[in-house]
């Protein structure tokens, strides 16, 4: 009932910066909840950065924090990651993730409390 579409992705020199969109559609609530994780060569997918559709909190993984920021427009039903500071540790396929519920904190890095997901978008960071 939730269709994602993320943009944005593409190669970026190391220490440079790149914004992602995540498009939402559909049956959307203003109590829902808004992650991005990302799956690097060879390894699991993991989170990234939450926010609370009402824009009241977000969170970030240990890794990305200083560097990421995690925004939205509710009036364009659209979510951001502004990525600076990008490392080649960054490289992964980046994934826009819904709930229509607010998941509960403990629960927030889990892609199993995201019942709707993107396709995802190549994120490079390279030379």
Not at 1 to 30: I, K, N, Y
Not at 38 to 59: D, L, M, Q
Request: aromatic share 10%.
């Amino acid at each position: 009932q939730v269709q994602l579409v993320e943009s944005g992705g593409g190669l970026v020199l190391p220490g440079g910066s790149l914004r992602l969109s995540c498009a939402a559609s559909g049956r959307t609530a203003s109590s829902g909840t808004m992650g991005w994780f990302r799956r690097a060569p060879g390894k699991e997918r993991e989170f990234v950065a939450v926010i609370r559709w009402s824009g009241v909190s977000t969170h970030y993984a240990d890794a990305v924090k200083g560097r990421f920021t995690v925004s939205r427009d509710s009036s364009k039903n659209t979510v951001y990651l502004q990525m600076n500071s990008l490392k080649p540790e960054d490289t992964a396929v980046y994934y826009c993730a819904a709930a229509n519920s607010r998941i509960i904190l403990s629960s927030l890095r889990f892609e199993e409390s995201y019942p709707y997901w993107g396709q995802g978008t190549q994120v490079t960071v390279s030379l």
